[in-house]
C-alpha cells in the first residue's frame, strides 16, 4: 500500500523536469495521475513513459483550467490532489528593458495558472471535504532576485495566496501549502546559461555554471516533499512554504499543533526589535 493509494492526482507542467518527478513518485505510492502540459509532443512522452493520464492543456487559461478538472473526473473517476508546478522564469534583465508582453505573461503562467486550477478543483474538494493543493515555489519568494524581477514577483505572489487560501479553505479539510524545491538542473538553468551574463548578471550566471557544473538540487526530495504533502500524514498542515532541502518536514506530524499556532514557514515582515533595534 503506497502513501497515496486510491487517490487521484492533477500534476501541471508534468511534461519534464521537476513536474514529471513528482508524477513518477505518485504513481510509484499509488495514485492515479493526470498530468499535463502546453508542450503536447514531450507530454506524450511523459505519458507513455510514466503510464498516466495525460491532456495538453495552458493552466492560464480558464477555460483549459476546467477542462483538465473535468478530465481528471471523467478519466480517473475524482480528485483528491492538486499539484501547481507549471512556471517559467520568464524575460531575463533588468526590467526597464525586458519585453512587456513576456513579462506579463510569465505572471499570467506562475500565478494565475496556479489561482485558476485552484478555482477549477475547489468545488471537488470542498464538496468531498477534503483535499490537497501542493504550489511549487522558489527562491525568487524569499529573496530578491535582480533580473528576473517576473518570476520574482509571481513566485513571491504564489506564498501569499497559498497562505491566504489556506485561510479560505480551514476547516474544510482542504491543505494548502507550497514547495521550495531547491536550485535544480532543469530547462530553468538553460535560459539562465543561455541569457549570458549581460542579461542575467555576472553573479547570477557564475552561480549557474557552478551548479551545472555540481549537478544541482536532487529532484528526488522535492517530490518525496510533494507526497508527503499529498498523502494523509500531513493532514492539518497548511499554509507553509517548506524547503524540500532545509527543513525537517518529515518530522513536521510531531509538531502539528505547535506549527498551527505559529508563523513558522511563512511569508512574514521583520520589525527592528528582532534584529536589536531600538527604533
Known sequence: MGALNGRVAIVTGASR?????????????????????????????????LGVEALAADVSDPADARRVVAAALDRLGGLHVLVNNAGVYGPIGPLEEVDWAEWTRALEINLYGSVLMARAALPVLRAQGSGKIIQVSGGGATA???????????????????ETLAEETRGAGIDVNAIAPGALNTRLLDQVLAAGPARAGS??????????????AEPRRAA?????????????????????????????????????????????RIVPAERGLDW
Open 224 to 268: 518525496e516533499l510533494a507526497v508527503f504533502l499529498a498523502s494523509a500524514a500531513s493532514d492539518g498542515i497548511s499554509g507553509r512554504l517548506l524547503s524540500a532541502l532545509w527543513d525537517p518536514w518529515e518530522q513536521l506530524p510531531a509538531h502539528r499543533d505547535e506549527l498551527a499556532d505559529s508563523d513558522v514557514y511563512t511569508l512574514r
Open 203 to 216: 553573479d547570477f550566471h557564475e552561480q549557474a555554471l557552478r551548479q551545472q557544473a555540481e549537478g544541482g
Open 144 to 162: 530578491p532576485l535582480p533580473r528576473f524581477s517576473a518570476y520574482a514577483a509571481s513566485k513571491a505572489a504564489v506564498v501569499r495566496f497559498t
Open 17 to 49: 523536469g521537476l513536474g514529471r518527478e513528482i508524477a513518477r513518485a505518485f504513481v510509484e505510492e499509488g495514485a492515479r495521475v493526470l498530468i499535463c502540459a502546453r508542450d503536447a509532443e514531450a507530454l506524450e512522452q511523459a505519458r507513455a513513459e
